[in-house]
Each structure stands twice: as C-alpha cells, then as structure tokens.
C-alpha cells in the first residue's frame, strides 16, 4: 500500500504552503534546498513542516489539498494546532 501525505509548510514570511507527496521526506528536502526556482517557496526560505496527513488513496489526498488551499490562515493554524473541534465555527460566515 502506497502512501500519499497533505502536507503544511510556514514560510519565513508566516505564510502557508499546501502541497501533496508521495514521498514527504524527498519532498521536503526540494522545498529547503529551493530545487523549483519558479515555487512559491523558493522565495520564501527557510520552512518548516507544520503539519501533514497520511492517505492511502491518492485521490482523496487530492481533494483534501485542495480543500485546504481554500481556507483561511486562521483556519489553516487551527488545523496546525490540532484543534479540530474549531474548525466547523471557522467555516461560518457571519451575516449581521
């Protein structure tokens, strides 16, 4: 069974990066070493791993990226700190 990770980089400037790997480790190390030039990252060195999620089906680690590429810093940081009871008040707008 082949794995697939969601994975949460802070950049140094506290923004968020969203990717999707088969290979975390080897993934990584691309984004600290800067071997995409043309990445959202390069620019914004040095990173840190916040977070990051195991999925046996690639297609669900897909969608769950892309789930998460929409959401707010906010939301993002709760994801980070484990506080999933937060998330759902997070996805709610306030109409007053």
């Not at 680690?61 to 906010?74: D, L, N």
Request: aromatic share 14%; with cysteine.
């Amino acid at each position: 069974m082949k794995l697939s990770y969601v994975y949460i980089l802070k950049c140094s400037d506290g923004t968020y990066y969203t990717g999707v790997t088969s290979n975390l480790e080897k993934r990584f190390q691309e984004h600290k070493e800067g071997k995409h030039q043309d990445s959202y990252t390069f620019l914004r060195r040095p990173l840190a791993l916040v977070f990051y999620a195991e999925f046996t089906d690639i297609s669900i680690a897909i969608e769950k990226e892309k789930q998460i590429k929409k959401w707010s810093q906010a939301k993002k940081e709760v994801l980070i700190r484990g506080d999933y009871d937060a998330l759902p008040n997070l996805a709610k707008k306030n109409f007053q």
